[in-house]
């Protein structure tokens, strides 16, 4: 007679998790690890990582999923690894080798293929992505291959610097804007040097202002209780650090939490985080415009506790 599982008691758990994912697991696959781990009611990631790829991985518990799109919008920071004078499909280890060049450049001219994909750059998204191609998504027109013609995309390079260079292998640091394909990156500066290239390991180094430092791996997380796993959990705030400040007192708080708008002797923003006027009573974002405060998205009550709990 097979034993029941027991059932696992799901608790509201506010944060966001600096993940180190590994090597070979899905995005999707990480967080319903962690999720578990922690008896997570809701969670979310930040932008997808390919299972090839190793490296930062922010997770959104609880009141922290309601502004995700912060983190994913924010420019990512990579370590990659190139393999040159080698073209696979998909542009990474996993397709077969499809050309073989040799390697005839020298310093100057890798230097000079470097500063050309520096900047604003139009860049073909690779059949290897989630971009969606009536109703589907490309990846699956790949496995099944077929070839959909794409369009080309603005993406910004800010920094592309070179840190290692020994014959075939490249590893160089990527500051990108959202949506930039660092395979597809490779792929283009092989094919400036003339030699062709593809992607054989990548690592996120960093997600707007959140960075790989102290980020823990899924091993490291199990082998923790309860108590010390909530004390990794950064404020839902940690996603919002780089936009102002706004505090209000307590009866102006209430109100914005009602999605009240209020006057403020306040330049115009786009976006700030607004505060009560304790320390940590993170209420929510907002925007300023004319003079006025407006609420974007906002915490519950129960969610602000929560997030004032030690």
């Known amino acids: 007679m097979r034993t029941a599982r027991p059932q696992v008691i799901r ?3 506010h944060g966001v998790l600096l993940l180190d994912k590994p090597l070979g697991l899905s995005s999707h696959d990480a967080l319903y690890q962690a999720k578990r781990l922690y008896r997570a009611d809701k969670a979310g990631h930040t932008g997808t990582l390919d299972p090839l790829a190793t490296g930062l991985l922010p997770l959104c518990f609880g009141a922290a999923t ?5 983190s994913l919008d924010a420019d990512k920071a990579y370590r990659a690894t190139l393999h040159l004078g080698q ?3 998909g542009g990474d280890l996993e397709g077969e080798v499809i050309d073989e060049r040799p390697l005839a450049f020298d310093r100057a001219a890798l230097d000079a293929a470097v500063l050309r994909l520096t900047g604003a750059i139009d860049q073909v998204p690779p059949m290897q992505s989630a971009l969606k191609h009536e109703g589907k998504a490309l990846y699956e027109y790949a496995r099944a291959g077929i070839e959909v013609e ?14 290692e260079w020994h014959a075939e292998r490249l ?8 949506g930039t394909y660092i395979r597809t990156l490779a792929q283009d500066l092989g094919e400036l ?4 290239a593809h992607l054989s390991a990548l690592r996120r180094t960093g997600s707007g202002a959140l960075t790989l430092e102290h980020a823990v791996t899924l091993e490291q997380l199990a082998a923790l209780d309860e108590s010390a796993r909530d004390a990794l959990l950064q404020p839902a705030d940690a996603l919002l650090q780089a936009w102002p400040v706004v505090r209000l007192p307590d009866d102006e708080a209430g109100r914005f939490l009602s999605g009240l708008r209020r006057r403020v002797q306040l330049s115009d923003a786009p976006a700030v985080r607004v505060y009560g006027p304790q320390e940590r009573a993170f209420l929510g974002s907002a ?3 004319s003079g006025e405060l407006i609420a974007d998205r906002l915490l519950s009550p129960v969610e602000v506790s929560g997030l004032l709990e030690p």
Request: hydrophobic share 45%.
């Open 150 to 163: 794409r369009a080309a995309r603005r993406v910004t390079m800010h920094r592309l610097d070179i840190v």
């Open 11 to 13: 608790r509201a758990v």
């Open 171 to 178: 590893v160089i640091d990527v500051v990108c804007s959202k």
């Open 87 to 89: 073209t696979r499909v």
């Open 66 to 70: 309601k502004f995700s799109q912060v």
């Open 287 to 289: 925007h300023i415009t």
């Open 193 to 196: 040097l003339g030699c062709g």
